[in-house]
T-cell receptor
Framework: GENVEQHPSTLSVQEGDSAVIKCTYS??????FPWYKQELGKGPQLIIDIRSNVGEKKDQRIAVTLNKTAKHFSLHITETQPEDSAVYFC??????????????FGQGTILTVHP | SAVISQKPSRDICQRGTSLTIQCQVDSQVTMMFWYRQQPGQSLTLIAT?????????ESGFVIDKFPISRPNLTFSTLTVSNMSPEDSSIYLC????????????FGPGTRLLVL
């Protein structure tokens, strides 16, 4: 089955700096890669996603890049703010067949943004 | 935007008892899933809730322990049976909306503590 590795497990940055979280996946058939933000006491919130036919996607301060050959994808947050502090999860899944919609998650990254 | 709600939001239960968790969505979805998030850990898929038929369970999860129902396109229940302290976790439902790009959204979660 799919295996997703996420690094780093914790990340501490100063407000205004950039943060980068990296994930690798094992199944070359995976083609959908969402990123979720989970604040304390809440469910995961989708912040951005990318499909395998695209190499990069950006939404304001957040961007995701995908390297299909190397089987890794990364989350980039620029101009970080204290409210970006949370746990971030990457995930991977395959469209189609019996695996449709089944997300395999990385281990999570605790991001702390210091004012 | 659509709302996903879960009941109860949290509970404290005695070992050996069972708890049924409800997931309600205010618009039709194609797929519903149940995940478990153990304390300080990532999310693990328990099963896919299939409308009008038996759920599809992932390796390590069985129907006798986690019976699931999905009577229609907007509602599902997960029961945690014969609970032990090891079942203390956050249980999350997630959905893929009928009219959408296939993105998966999560409910707020049910926080369960088993004594």
């Amino acid at each position: 089955g799919e295996n997703v590795e996420q690094h780093p497990s914790t990340l501490s940055v100063q407000e205004g700096d950039s943060a980068v979280i990296k994930c690798t996946y094992s199944d070359s058939a995976s083609n959908y890669f969402p990123w979720y933000k989970q604040e304390l006491g809440k469910g995961p919130q989708l912040i951005i996603d990318i499909r395998s036919n695209v190499g990069e996607k950006k939404d304001q301060r957040i961007a995701v890049t995908l390297n299909k050959t190397a089987k890794h994808f990364s989350l980039h947050i620029t101009e970080t703010q204290p409210e970006d502090s949370a746990v971030y999860f990457c995930a991977a899944s395959k469209a189609g067949g019996t695996s449709y919609g089944k997300l395999t998650f990385g281990q999570g990254t605790i991001l702390t943004v210091h004012p | 935007s659509a709302v996903i709600s879960q009941k109860p939001s949290r509970d404290i239960c005695q070992r050996g008892t069972s708890l049924t968790i409800q997931c309600q969505v205010d618009s039709q979805v194609t797929m519903m899933f149940w995940y478990r998030q153990q304390p300080g850990q990532s999310l693990t898929l328990i099963a896919t809730a299939n409308q009008g038929s038996e759920a599809t369970y992932e390796s390590g999860f069985v129907i006798d322990k986690f019976p699931i129902s999905r009577p229609n396109l907007t509602f599902s229940t997960l029961t945690v049976s014969n609970m032990s302290p090891e079942d203390s976790s956050i249980y999350l439902c997630s959905v893929v909306f009928l009219r959408g790009p296939g993105t998966q959204y999560f409910g707020p979660g049910t926080r369960l503590l088993v004594l």
